[in-house]
């Protein structure tokens, strides 16, 4: 059975930073495109980094030059460093594949930028 839990959110002031975890467990992760989703209240999933298994990564307009996305292939595990948060990243983060498989989203990690 396929789980994905992320972890790491929390509430920050702007400028700060956080880095966030997500552990997958059964086939999801390997060999796969992994990513980072972002929902704000009221959105849709909007897909914010992904890793591909073989290093590239690539990173929505948004985020760029801010986050930083990797992975360890051998803890299933992927990573999201998240620098000079900004009010308007303030959403529930996910993990998934790239495409998202839609029966296994996590529970995702709250992230609140605010002063």
């Known amino acids: 059975q396929v789980q994905l839990v992320e972890s790491g959110g929390g509430s920050v002031q702007p400028g700060g930073s956080l880095r966030l975890s997500c552990a997958a467990s059964?086939?999801?992760?390997?060999?796969?495109?992994m990513a980072w989703y972002r929902r704000a209240p009221g959105e849709p999933h909007e897909i914010i980094a992904r890793?591909?298994?073989?290093?590239?990564?690539n990173y929505a307009d948004s985020v760029k030059g801010r986050f930083t996305i990797s992975r360890d292939n051998a803890k299933d595990t992927v990573y999201l460093q998240m620098n000079s948060l900004k009010p308007e990243d303030t959403a529930v983060y996910y993990c998934?594949?790239?495409?998202?498989?839609?029966?296994?989203w996590g529970q995702g990690t709250l992230v609140t930028v605010s002063s």
């Open positions: 890793s591909r298994s073989g290093g590239s990564t």
């Open positions: 998934n594949k790239d495409p998202p498989d839609l029966k296994v």
């Open positions: 059964g086939s999801i992760f390997r060999f796969n495109t």
